[in-house]
Structures are given as structure tokens and as C-alpha cells.
């Protein structure tokens, strides 16, 4: 019983870690997601990735870029890039 909680802790320990580096490269690529979304603001992969970094760093952003995301579902296009020039 003891090994396995040990295991445990180790795994959660593991699990902190690993989010910890997807926040950091979350962040690191923000501005080039930032960056093509201003260059190409219909692009869906585009403001889908900004739309789950926003969500994952609990940024109100998120809810922007889920509207823009539905525009580009529903076969619409979104008039303005959200990162003008």
C-alpha cells in the first residue's frame, strides 16, 4: 500500500509538471498565433488554437475567439482581425 501511494504522489507530482511546461509553451506561442491571426483572421486553425490557449490560461479572450470560431463554422467570415497590424 505504501509503494502505491508513493506512485501516486510521484504521478501527480509528474502531472503538476507536465502542465506546468504546456502553460509555458502555451504562453511562448501566443504571439505568433497573434501574429498570423492579424495576417489571417478567417483562418480556422488559426483562431482555434488562440481560442484553446485563451481557454487553457482562463483568459476572458477565450470567449472572443470561440465567437470567431463559430463565424468560420457557421461559413461566415469575420470582418476585421481581432490583432490589426
Partial sequence: MTNEIQNNQGNELKIKQLEAEVM???????????KAESLS??????????????????DPLQ???EKRVQVIKNGGRNNASYFKN
Fill in 24 to 34: 509555458s509553451l502555451m504562453k511562448d506561442a501566443l504571439p505568433y498565433f497573434k
Fill in 41 to 58: 483572421p478567417n483562418d480556422g486553425n488559426v483562431l482555434t488554437a488562440l481560442f484553446t490557449i485563451y481557454k487553457m490560461l482562463n
Fill in 63 to 65: 470567449n472572443e475567439f
